[in-house]
């Protein structure tokens, strides 16, 4: 008897501390929260023309070849290049090539160039 009255008690003891947290977490947390916006110091051309100097810097491997090399800017020169500020003080540059949407980052205040392998395909890419 003992046992089943421990057992019965632990589960409701257990439910009505359940409902107690859910109840504090969403008056405590509730409040929304506002990131503070870092306000860009470049321009949407002057980060697609850095993307673009970083491409004709940049030679890849063929897809399917390894003997060959691309230059990266052979491949995107006639593409359309899109800017978006992430306003955490980095944009994110995209571009379509051969069916597959490439995206690189570019920080706002030294213009470094990163890919940005967040996106996955299962379409053949090259590593630009």
């Known amino acids: 008897m003992t046992a089943q009255l421990t057992a019965k008690t632990a589960f409701y003891v257990s439910v ?7 109840l504090a977490a969403f008056i405590l947390f509730d409040k929304d929260r ?3 916006q870092i306000p860009s110091t470049r321009t949407g051309p002057q980060v ?3 993307v673009e100097q970083y491409l004709k810097n940049t030679n890849v491997y063929a897809y399917g070849d390894r003997s060959r090399t691309l230059n990266c800017w052979a491949e995107f020169e006639g593409q359309e290049f899109k800017a978006e500020y992430l ?3 980095s944009w ?14 570019v920080d706002d205040i030294t213009l470094e160039v990163t ?9 053949p890419s090259i590593g630009c």
């Open 16 to 22: 009505v501390a359940g409902a107690i947290f859910v």
């Open 92 to 105: 994110r540059i995209d571009a379509y090539y051969d069916l597959v949407r490439y995206y690189w980052r």
């Open 115 to 123: 890919r940005d392998p967040w996106v996955k395909t299962y379409n």
């Open 87 to 89: 306003n955490r003080g």
């Open 48 to 50: 697609i023309r850095q």
């Open 34 to 36: 506002e990131l503070e």
